[in-house]
């Protein structure tokens, strides 16, 4: 049998299956063998991802009184666009991509980083508005794009840790 706890990116455990009349662990440290415990064990993966936005200083204007918002998080906060100098982290959960839209006509300049990868899709405001690309990003409700949809991702952290203290 086998000891142990898993830490790192790793969520609840999603589904197990014992052996016949072995016992199933609910937490840490778990047991695993293919006689008296699990056999198997499948656990979620925390499903979030840090994302950092930095107002683009070298654009006079770059700075916006917002809002612009992302789906499933709601109005990015005004720390973030305020100023020439602003800059955020937020974190964004249980999605694949980040969908952000703006919500005025206060032109916006910026870059994404973090754990964000390419940006898949955009929408100008209007017929002929403009794109500029993704780094830096300009985004108003006007003229320049008004939604920006970037693909999220991570590598995963997941630590093994045998408990040599059960005797297993």
Not at 7 to 24: C, L, M, Q, R, V
Not at 141 to 153: A, E, I, K, N, P
């Amino acid at each position: 049998a086998w000891a142990f706890t898993i830490d790192g990116d790793i969520g609840n455990i999603k589904s197990y299956e014992t052996a016949p009349g072995g016992t199933h662990y609910s937490s840490f440290p778990t047991i695993m063998d293919t006689d008296d415990f699990d056999m198997v064990q499948t656990y979620n993966l925390q499903k979030c991802y840090k994302i950092h936005f930095k107002t683009n200083k070298d654009w006079a204007t770059a700075a916006s009184t917002g809002p612009f918002y992302i789906e499933g998080y709601g109005a990015l906060p005004s720390a973030c666009h305020s100023t020439l100098t602003s800059e955020c982290d937020i974190e964004v959960c249980d999605t694949k991509n980040l969908v952000l839209s703006a919500g005025t006509t206060d032109t916006w300049s910026f870059t994404v980083s973090g754990e964000v990868g390419p940006l898949l899709t955009y929408e100008t405001a209007t017929t002929g508005g403009i794109h500029y690309g993704a780094s830096p990003a300009y985004m108003d409700s006007d003229w320049f794009d008004v939604m920006h949809t970037y693909q999220l991702g991570k590598c995963y952290n997941i630590q093994f840790i045998t408990d040599s203290t059960d005797g297993y």
